[in-house]
């Protein structure tokens, strides 16, 4: 079903992460939860349902592959860290972290340019 929109090189991708458990799901105190994919460069911060009906995009990562071939170029639905975060989440494959509310602010600061 994946393969009837998703190149299979991303599908292979994102269960390559998934299998070297490369997605952490942070929970929060309040009970949101919070996702980072770790990256072959760097770790990204995944938003996968943003739930923007008024937008064309519907998930949302912090990679560069994501700003060029979803929001740029539009050659793709997402990058190959919102499908691993979907489909571990999905299968229970994420790595379980809890986060108390300061350090999530750092997280989120520091994917901010000042």
Same mark, same amino acid.
């Given at each position: 079903m994946l #393969?009837? $929109?998703?190149? /299979?090189?991303m599908i292979i991708a994102a269960? /390559? @992460?998934i299998d070297r458990e490369g997605v952490m799901k942070y929970k929060t105190s309040?009970?949101?939860?919070?996702y980072e994919v770790l990256g072959t460069t760097s770790t990204y911060t $995944?938003?996968?349902?943003?739930?923007?009906a008024s937008t064309a995009v519907s998930s949302y990562c912090t990679c560069p592959s994501f700003a060029y071939a979803?929001? @740029?170029?539009?050659?793709?639905? *997402?990058?190959k860290h919102v499908l691993a975060v979907c489909l571990a989440d999905r299968w229970s494959r994420c @790595? *379980? #972290?809890h986060i108390e509310d300061d350090d999530l602010l750092l997280k989120f600061a520091g994917? $901010?340019?000042p």
């Amino acid at each position: 079903m994946l #393969r009837a $929109v998703l190149p /299979d090189t991303m599908i292979i991708a994102a269960l /390559d @992460i998934i299998d070297r458990e490369g997605v952490m799901k942070y929970k929060t105190s309040w009970g949101r939860h919070h996702y980072e994919v770790l990256g072959t460069t760097s770790t990204y911060t $995944v938003f996968p349902h943003l739930g923007a009906a008024s937008t064309a995009v519907s998930s949302y990562c912090t990679c560069p592959s994501f700003a060029y071939a979803v929001l @740029i170029s539009e050659n793709h639905l *997402m990058c190959k860290h919102v499908l691993a975060v979907c489909l571990a989440d999905r299968w229970s494959r994420c @790595i *379980m #972290r809890h986060i108390e509310d300061d350090d999530l602010l750092l997280k989120f600061a520091g994917h $901010v340019s000042p």
